[in-house]
């Protein structure tokens, strides 16, 4: 009997993984092809030069050093240490995702961001998941890391119908984005993660609890000191969050 039991559960073991061999082989070529097919379509320097040519396109050079280090550390603290991908946070999406058993969580890094922020669209699929993973990789190979930042923060979505951190930062404060404060540049940091609900024009109090976090990512990175932190945070409570809006 025990002879029988350890012959069927040799058999199931092998069986499953020869399907999910077999399944991993299959979303790795259904990835493949999607990358081609993009790329193909419309080349990366294409799909670049469209997005830098976008009214407020503004450079990373003429950028806040504050807002920078915002958005890295609470979008991808590890951004300037991988190479496009980040196995820890892959990791640790991948125990979120069999915990719950379905696609959470990605674990994507600025660079994977970038990368279906110019071809894909937010439709979870492993085989969209797999091409996004060889743009990013192309991404790495062909632009520096603050090039890479440079196109990310002025390829995601702001709220309000502003495109990039240059509409944003007019829109929201009437201001150029060289000239945004350590307020101003931690409250926009906080807003692609959801933009219908963190624009500060909408939702001015979930904002203020989103840049609360994009400000403890930043103490905990080392951008910030405990008492520079505590400083943004009175301007938060001082200012209750009104803006000048252009929509």
Same mark, same amino acid.
């Given at each position: 009997?025990? /002879?029988?039991?350890?012959?069927?559960?040799?058999? /199931?073991?092998?069986?499953?993984?020869?399907?999910?061999?077999?399944?991993?082989?299959? &979303?790795?070529?259904?990835?493949?092809?999607?990358?081609?097919?993009? &790329?193909?379509?419309?080349?990366?320097?294409?799909?670049?030069?469209?997005?830098?040519?976008?009214?407020?396109?503004?450079?990373?050079? $003429?950028?806040?050093?504050?807002?920078?280090?915002?958005? &890295?550390?609470?979008?991808?603290?590890?951004?300037?240490?991988?190479?496009?991908?980040?196995?820890?946070?892959?990791?640790?999406?991948? +125990?979120?995702?069999?915990?719950?058993?379905?696609? +959470? $969580? #990605?674990?994507?890094?600025?660079?994977?961001?970038?990368?279906?922020?110019?071809?894909?669209?937010?439709?979870?699929?492993?085989?969209?998941?797999?091409?996004?993973?060889?743009?990013?990789?192309?991404? $790495?190979?062909?632009?520096?890391?603050?090039?890479? @930042?440079?196109?990310? +923060?002025?390829?995601?979505?702001?709220?309000?119908?502003?495109?990039?951190? #240059?509409?944003?930062?007019?829109?929201?404060?009437?201001?150029?984005?060289?000239?945004?404060?350590?307020?101003?540049?931690?409250?926009?940091?906080? +807003?692609?993660?959801?933009?219908?609900?963190?624009?500060?024009?909408?939702?001015?109090?979930?904002?203020?609890?989103?840049?609360?976090?994009?400000?403890?990512? /930043?103490?905990?990175? #080392?951008?910030?000191?405990?008492?520079?932190?505590?400083?943004?945070?009175?301007?938060?409570?001082?200012?209750? @969050?009104?803006?000048?809006?252009?929509?």
């Amino acid at each position: 009997m025990n /002879m029988r039991l350890r012959k069927l559960t040799g058999w /199931m073991t092998a069986t499953a993984l020869t399907v999910m061999s077999c399944t991993g082989f299959t &979303v790795l070529k259904e990835g493949y092809e999607t990358y081609q097919t993009a &790329v193909e379509a419309e080349s990366l320097d294409e799909k670049i030069a469209k997005i830098q040519a976008k009214r407020g396109y503004t450079k990373l050079s $003429e950028l806040p050093d504050t807002y920078a280090q915002a958005v &890295v550390s609470v979008e991808d603290h590890r951004f300037y240490n991988h190479f496009g991908l980040d196995p820890i946070a892959i990791g640790r999406a991948l +125990v979120r995702d069999l915990k719950a058993r379905r696609y +959470v $969580e #990605g674990g994507s890094t600025i660079t994977q961001q970038l990368a279906k922020n110019l071809y894909f669209s937010q439709e979870k699929q492993l085989s969209r998941k797999v091409a996004e993973v060889f743009l990013a990789l192309d991404l $790495e190979q062909k632009y520096s890391k603050d090039e890479i @930042l440079e196109l990310y +923060v002025n390829s995601i979505y702001y709220g309000d119908g502003y495109q990039n951190i #240059g509409q944003a930062s007019r829109g929201y404060f009437g201001k150029e984005p060289s000239k945004m404060s350590d307020y101003e540049c931690t409250l926009l940091a906080g +807003v692609p993660n959801a933009p219908s609900r963190y624009a500060p024009s909408k939702h001015p109090d979930l904002a203020s609890k989103r840049q609360q976090k994009v400000l403890s990512r /930043m103490q905990v990175c #080392g951008y910030l000191t405990k008492e520079e932190t505590s400083e943004v945070n009175a301007q938060i409570l001082a200012l209750n @969050l009104h803006f000048v809006g252009a929509n």
